[in-house]
């Protein structure tokens, strides 16, 4: 009986170290047991294995960035925890520096590029280079002057010039002059300084007396305000690209003690400037471009990394007017913005 069995044993190690031999060559080959030979790329629950995500912004320099940078980092972590597509964020304080960005996120092979220009004609190259290396490109809020992007979310633009035109004149009754503040040079600035210049001109009894930049900053904004006040001793009403802009105008005016000024209106739709319209301030308009918008984009960008073809290349969010009759449906005391 024991001569038997020591012939069992002697039989079955080898048997076992083969199998031992065998299971070894499967994982350094990269399967796993029950994988049935598959790679991870694709695989597994989430369908978001292996995926990552560019996302490259501007740096915070205004209330309005600083909230469209936190809502697309939530929403790319929302993404992360229910598909497992992981995500890149960069932020860049000028032109050269996003395009570096970019070229790093190319580098690292994403699966698409989710990018807001700081300027488009100086980030419209490094789009390009990015369509070159055949990454899907999510374009926001500014567009580039090239079709390098293969879907554009951005707010109606040239809407919010063309309404805040049309408020003008019908303030006015079609005479006035005014005061444009506008962005930095990028398609958001174009669209909307001929949304309204184009509304204006149309009456022969407005005139547009000065236009100059704030760069969507507030400080700014209160500082080229300061001189054309100087230099305009009659103006009836200021248009700015942004509730940023135009609460440093709005400073402007109060400091240099100008009464001709009936009102001011900006772009956005934050939180300070829907409670300076609440309160009857001097700021009587705004037009909605709201900084959730990007997380169109970045859900975008995600489903197009996972296979997904998108439904449409151009996403284009209502530039509604909010005024002292309907400004407590978009107040949100709780808002960041």
Same mark, same amino acid.
């Given at each position: 009986?024991?001569?038997?069995? *020591? ?7 080898? &048997?076992? &170290? ?9 994982? +350094? ?40 940078? %936190? ?6 972590? +929302? ?6 597509? +992981? ?8 032109? !050269?520096?996003?395009?570096?960005? =970019? !070229? ?25 280079? =990015? ?24 707010? %109606? !633009? ?60 507030? +400080?700014?904004? *209160? @500082? ?12 009836? &009403?200021?248009?700015?690209? %942004? ?8 400073? /402007?005016?109060?400091? /240099? ?5 009936? $009102?001011?209106?900006? /772009? ?18 705004? $037009? ?7 997380? %169109?984009?970045?859900?975008? &960008? ?15 969010? @209502?530039?509604?007017?909010?005024? @002292? ?13």
């Amino acid at each position: 009986m024991k001569k038997v069995l *020591l012939l069992v044993l002697v039989m079955l190690v080898p &048997a076992l &170290a083969a199998a031992c031999g065998n299971s070894e060559s499967n994982e +350094e080959a990269g399967g796993s047991s029950g994988d049935g030979g598959e790679t991870s790329e694709g695989s597994g629950s989430s369908g978001g294995e292996d995926l990552t995500i560019g996302i490259s912004l501007p740096s915070a320099t205004h209330g309005w960035m600083g909230a469209l940078i %936190d809502n697309a980092e939530s929403k790319a972590q +929302e993404i992360e925890e229910a598909s497992g597509v +992981e995500y890149i964020m960069t932020n860049a304080e000028d032109p !050269n520096t996003q395009a570096n960005d =970019v !070229n790093n996120l190319i580098s690292q092979d994403v699966d698409a590029i989710v990018m807001l220009p700081i300027e488009s004609a100086a980030l419209s190259p490094v789009g390009q280079q =990015v369509k070159e290396a055949d990454i899907p490109l999510v374009v926001v809020d500014r567009e580039l002057d090239n079709d390098a992007a293969d879907v554009v979310v951005k707010g %109606d !633009n040239q809407g919010i010039g063309a309404n805040a035109g049309e408020y003008f004149i019908e303030q006015l009754n079609g005479e006035g002059k005014v005061v444009e503040i506008t962005g930095p040079p990028n398609s958001v600035t174009e669209q909307r300084g001929s949304g309204f210049q184009e509304a204006v001109e149309s009456e022969d009894g407005m005139e547009i007396v000065a236009s100059q930049s704030g760069d969507f900053s507030k +400080e700014k904004s *209160l @500082e080229v305000m300061q001189n054309i006040l100087q230099a305009q001793p009659e103006i009836d &009403a200021v248009f700015t690209q %942004d509730d940023g802009m135009a609460l440093g105008v709005q400073q /402007a005016v109060k400091e /240099a003690g100008r009464d001709d000024i009936q $009102f001011i209106t900006g /772009a956005g739709g934050s939180k300070e400037v829907f409670e300076n319209i609440r309160d009857g301030g001097l700021i009587q308009a705004t $037009f909605l471009y709201a900084p959730t918008m990007v997380r %169109d984009g970045v859900q975008i &960008a995600a489903d197009i990394a996972q296979g997904e073809e998108p439904e449409e290349s151009m996403v284009i969010k @209502e530039a509604t007017q909010v005024t @002292e009759e309907n400004v407590d449906e978009f107040y949100n005391p709780d808002s960041k913005y």
